[in-house]
């Protein structure tokens, strides 16, 4: 199980006393100089960031200047011999814990990436693979292109249409929607079915470039500095180069992204917790009512003995999901069992925990000035954003039979 803490007093993130020095040096200094980006940046700076839904440019520039995703997210036998460059669960959760401690933004940019570059990694198209390890050595990031309007998690109706033509390529129409980083991705990951064959046998999954004129943003649909783009693929040429996978293996590819791509909910939401949890006790303690210290109160002992365990046991719980992962293989799916606990119920207790808090702080919760604040509005985001609650209890339900027994 990887080490999370070598004493309870570091148990939490801390940014003073981060030390990630049991993963190798080149990835305890990426760890270490993601935390030195953000408090650079500053509290201050990065609250005003959020309230002005200031798209991430400047973060997007620390990922390139410091190779960041390439290093962290490009498939080992795409990276040119260099041992940094490797796709590892363990070290990818802990940079997601330390995206959520500053900001779901940060978080989702990385998240949407490693979703985009699912289908493309698994596929055999040796070309994308090779771009989409050229597009992260120079700063690029992805998305996946999933999600339609009207159809939630029912990708089987997609309206994502591909017509045939003459030269073993297709002609894309339709519409996406809650597509994250849509507005500057490389290679847009694409779902949809062709026009020519009815069920299974005609899902494709293919790349798409945002930044061609056939592929028009439409807009934001939520507001913040998250772009979760609505676009629309109007006649867009795709070329066999562009095809990631065809048939039940495009499917197949949708919701092995969604399993494995989806991990990191649950450092996301133990980061934006971890940092709330600072805040609240500060305040708490410094916050003298009728002579005393807040945290006098037993009522709000209480509280924080409950938030602090319930942390724990979200960090403990995700901790042993990330072994699943890295020993994953046909015989061993214990990670199908983990995986949607890690997103559903692990996240929620992210929620729970921001109520216990919530009840602390009282009005200091909703001041601007506060992470809290921020914590506050997104934390409820991690359990819905990407897949239900209601489907990953439903995935629990499906594999705690065999887990078990
Ligand atoms: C901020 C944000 C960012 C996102 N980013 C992306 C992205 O980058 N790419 C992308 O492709 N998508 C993205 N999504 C979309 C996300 O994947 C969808 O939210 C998800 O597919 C579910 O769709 P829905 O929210 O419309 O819910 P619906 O599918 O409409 O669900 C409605 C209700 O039905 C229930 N339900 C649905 N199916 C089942 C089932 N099989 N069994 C039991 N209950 C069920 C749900 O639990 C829910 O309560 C994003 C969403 C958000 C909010």
């Not at 798209?55 to 620390?62: G, K, N």
């Not at 050595?137 to 997609?158: K, N, P, Q, W």
């Not at 045939?164 to 339709?174: H, I, L």
Request: glycine share 8%; aromatic share 14%; hydrophobic share 40%.
């Amino acid at each position: 199980m990887p080490e999370i803490a070598k004493s309870v007093n570091d148990l939490f993130l801390n940014p003073r006393t981060y030390d990630p020095s049991h993963f190798d040096a080149e990835t305890a200094r990426l760890l270490r100089a993601t935390i030195d980006y953000f408090e650079g940046v500053g509290k201050t700076e990065l609250l005003r960031r959020d309230h002005n839904a200031v798209w991430v440019t400047d973060y997007l520039d620390f990922v390139k200047r410091e190779k960041l995703f390439s290093t962290f997210l490009t498939r080992a036998d795409y990276a040119d011999g260099d041992d940094n460059r490797r796709w590892d669960t363990s070290r990818n959760a802990a940079l997601s814990e330390i995206f959520g401690f500053y900001g779901l933004a940060y978080w989702y940019a990385e998240q949407v990436t490693i979703l985009g570059l699912g289908p493309i990694w698994m596929s055999d198209n040796d070309e994308a693979k090779k771009k989409a390890a050229q597009q992260l050595a120079d700063g690029g990031v992805m998305a996946f292109g999933l999600s339609e309007r009207a159809h939630g998690a029912d990708v089987y109706s997609t309206d994502m249409l591909l017509t045939p033509n003459e030269d073993g390529g297709f002609t894309a129409n339709g519409t996406k929607y809650y597509i994250g980083n849509g507005n500057v991705a490389g290679m847009v990951s694409v779902f949809g079915r062709r026009t020519d064959i009815d069920g299974p046998e005609g899902y494709v999954f293919f790349v798409a470039d945002s930044q061609r004129p056939d592929y028009h943003l439409i807009d934001n649909v939520t507001h913040g500095q998250m772009y979760v783009s609505t676009f629309a693929l109007e006649n867009y040429a795709v070329t066999e180069a562009d095809i990631l996978h065809t048939g039940p293996q495009a499917f197949a590819a949708a919701l092995n992204t969604v399993n494995i791509g989806k991990f990191n909910l649950c450092s996301g939401s133990v980061g934006m917790v971890e940092h709330s949890f600072y805040e609240a006790i500060t305040h708490a303690h410094n916050r003298i009512l009728y002579g005393n210290p807040v945290t006098d109160f037993s009522h709000v002992r209480g509280n924080f003995v409950e938030a602090f365990a319930r942390i724990a046991a979200m960090k403990l719980f995700s901790n042993r999901a990330i072994d699943y992962f890295r020993s994953a293989s046909l015989e061993d799916r214990r990670y199908l069992l983990f995986n949607p606990m890690t997103k559903s119920k692990v996240t929620s207790e992210g929620e729970k925990v921001m109520t216990l808090l919530l009840d602390v702080v009282a009005a200091k919760g909703y001041e601007k000035y506060t992470y809290f604040h921020q914590a506050n509005h997104y934390v409820g985001w991690l359990p819905r954003l990407e897949g239900t609650v209601h489907v990953n209890v439903s995935q629990i339900l499906k594999f705690m039979p065999n887990y078990f027994f």
